[in-house]
Every structure is written in C-alpha cells, then in structure tokens.
C-alpha cells in the first residue's frame, strides 16, 4: 500500500529521513550490466556531484549516503529553521543556483517592480523558500537530473526509476543510529566490499577521508568534489546542529558492525563490543540480525515503541510496521 508524502513527512516529530530509490526493474543501470556487456558504473559519481550541488541549495544536509549498482540510499535531516531564517533575496539566491528566475521576480530584484508586482514576486519566493526545505522537492531535482541524463546517454526515452522514492522517519537517536549504520553498510552487506574503508560511494568512505586528510581537504584523492555532510556532534561546539553522537563512536560502530557481519559471527557479545550500543541501550544480537541484507524491518518510520506510536498518533494512523522489532532492538 502507498502513502501520500504528508502521510509520511512530519517535521514536527523529526527532521531525519531515510529515502530510497530505485533503477526501472532494478536493471543494473549504473553498474556493470553482462547482459548488455556494458560498464554504467560512471554513473554513481553523477548521484554524488547532484548531491554536492543540492546541498548547497537546499535547507536540506546530508548525513548519510551509499550508491549500489541499482539503487541508492540517503539520510536527509531537513532544517527548516534555516529556511525560514533566510531573507527573501537569500531565498532567490539559493534557488536561482538551479533554477531561473521569472520576469516578475527579476523586476523585484532590480526594484523595478510596482506594488502588484511585488506582492506577486513575493507570493513566488515564499514558495521557493518552502520548496527549498522540502524533502520531494530534494529528490525530484536528483532524480529528473539523473534520468535525464541517463536517457540521453542511452538514446532513449522512458523511466529510470522504478516509481517516487521510499521515505522513512527515523524518530530519535536509536533510530537515526540504526539508519545511518545501515546505509553506510550497503556494500559490506552486499559483497561488494569488505570494509567500510574500501566502500567507495558511501558516506562512510567520505568521513574517512576526511579524518585522514584533514578537515580542509574538500576533494576526493581524483580531484572530485566532496558531498558535504553534516558535522558529528562537537565537545567544542555544542550549540551547532549536528548528528547528536560523536564520530569515533560512529566510525567504531559501523566497523565493528561491519566485521561481524563479515566474519559471521553469532549468539556471542563480542569484548569490542562499542560503547554506542550500550549508551542507546541497543540490543546486540537484533543489531545483527537489522544490518543484515534484507535487514530492513521497519516501514514509515524507525524509532523506539514509544516514538512509533506517537508518529502515528500524530499522521491519524491506526497501525505502524515494526513495533516488535522496535522491542527487540530497543526495548521499551
């Protein structure tokens, strides 16, 4: 069953998401396709620079990313307070990185523009400023770009992706933690690599880069512009908006996380066992069993029991997947 986009976006419970989506088919159409003996793997950098531009753009950062070979994942924390804290040139300006400014609101910039005028000019930048925190906004303008420019490459007409993205509320830390690790471990989950540091397109992999080369470095070893991420938490600055745990944490967790999966291991609690886990109370053995492929047990939401239902208090909704796995990885 599908769900409007204002049955699944509330930003009064959260400003994290998890999106998903999909190649037509789930063909291989940014991979290695055997069947057509052709090599579309360039097209995972397309994703990345699209990314780096919207997020210039938008009220919108990203926290988290990985691209497989059919499909990509993104963890979005929308700041709609930045939005609404721009001026209205700041809101032109912001939009007119993508998009062309009509006659009227190029009148109002010039101060051309009589009272009508302005008033209507006006009507359509607060329009801009709402889309510019909008979440399906986000993703039209990454995926029309993308399959734009895949048709064109391929000489055809028709649909890349297989219908609108997959939206996902995380609605605390646990779960905002159980989405980003699950992201970033797409390709170790996959066989594609065998630790977070070789997975190439992923956030992980960027973060990684970033401890080893210094915060200033802004490009990849290939000279590529970076996706910009949103910042850990921060002892020397704790008033910033930021993903609420540190990065050590973090990076310690998805390589722990990435091993055991790995390895296989099972039924045991491992003596590297990462603080996180216990901080947010997280159990073990259901941990696995999540960042396991096909892992993905929640639906329009993922958070504790509590959270869950408050969500769905909060859309009118009777029901919400995943309150049993909510039990079993967090408790109540």
């Given at each position: 069953m ?9 930003l009064n419970d ?8 999909r190649c ?6 940014w ?6 003996g052709?090599?579309f793997?360039h097209r995972?950098?397309w ?11 938008f ?9 497989l070979?059919?499909h ?7 700041d709609?307070?930045r939005?609404e804290?721009w ?7 912001q939009?007119c990185?993508?998009?062309?400014a009509?006659?009227?609101?190029e ?28 979440i ?6 990454l995926n029309?770009?993308i ?18 993205f ?8 646990a779960?905002?933690?159980t989405a ?13 690599a065998?630790?977070?540091e070789?997975s190439?397109f992923?956030?992980?992999?960027t973060r990684?880069?970033e401890?080893?080369a210094?915060?200033e470095?802004?490009e990849?070893?290939?000279g ?7 910042a ?6 704790p008033s910033?908006?930021?993903?609420p745990f ?10 722990w996380t990435g091993?055991?999966i790995?390895?296989?291991?099972r039924?045991?609690?491992d003596?590297?066992?990462p603080?996180i ?9 259901a941990w ?7 892992g ?22 009777w ?14």
């Amino acid at each position: 069953m599908t769900y409007a986009r204002k049955a699944l976006v509330s930003l009064n419970d959260t400003a994290y998401y998890h999106v998903v989506a999909r190649c037509v088919r789930r063909a291989w159409l940014w991979g290695y396709d055997k069947y057509a003996g052709r090599d579309f793997s360039h097209r995972k950098a397309w994703v990345l620079e699209r990314l780096t531009l919207l997020a210039s753009m938008f009220a919108i950062d990203v926290c988290a990313y990985a691209v497989l070979s059919n499909h990509y994942h993104l963890v979005l924390h929308v700041d709609r307070d930045r939005a609404e804290g721009w001026s209205l040139q700041e809101v032109v300006v912001q939009w007119c990185k993508l998009f062309v400014a009509p006659p009227s609101v190029e009148r109002w910039l010039s101060g051309e523009a009589n009272d009508a005028e302005r008033a209507a000019a006006e009507t359509i930048i607060e329009s801009w400023r709402e889309r510019l925190y909008n979440i399906s906004w986000f993703m039209r303008c990454l995926n029309e770009h993308i399959a734009r420019r895949a048709n064109l490459e391929d000489n055809c007409k028709g649909r890349f992706w297989e219908g609108r993205f997959q939206s996902q509320a995380l609605l605390d830390e646990a779960g905002l933690l159980t989405a980003m690790a699950y992201v970033d471990l797409n390709p170790v989950r996959a066989g594609i690599a065998q630790t977070p540091e070789e997975s190439e397109f992923t956030s992980i992999y960027t973060r990684i880069l970033e401890l080893q080369a210094g915060p200033e470095a802004t490009e990849a070893g290939d000279g590529e512009k970076r996706v910009p991420l949103l910042a850990f938490q921060s002892p020397q600055d704790p008033s910033r908006k930021a993903i609420p745990f540190d990065v050590r944490s973090y990076l310690e967790l998805v390589d722990w996380t990435g091993r055991r999966i790995v390895e296989g291991k099972r039924g045991s609690i491992d003596k590297d066992l990462p603080p996180i886990l216990l901080r947010l109370s997280i159990e073990v053995t259901a941990w696995e069993r999540v960042m396991q492929p096909h892992g993905n047990v929640f639906g329009r939401a993922l958070g504790r029991v509590g959270r869950l239902r408050q969500h769905a208090q909060t859309l009118h909704q009777w029901w919400v997947r995943g309150l049993g796995w909510s039990r079993r990885l967090y408790g109540m």
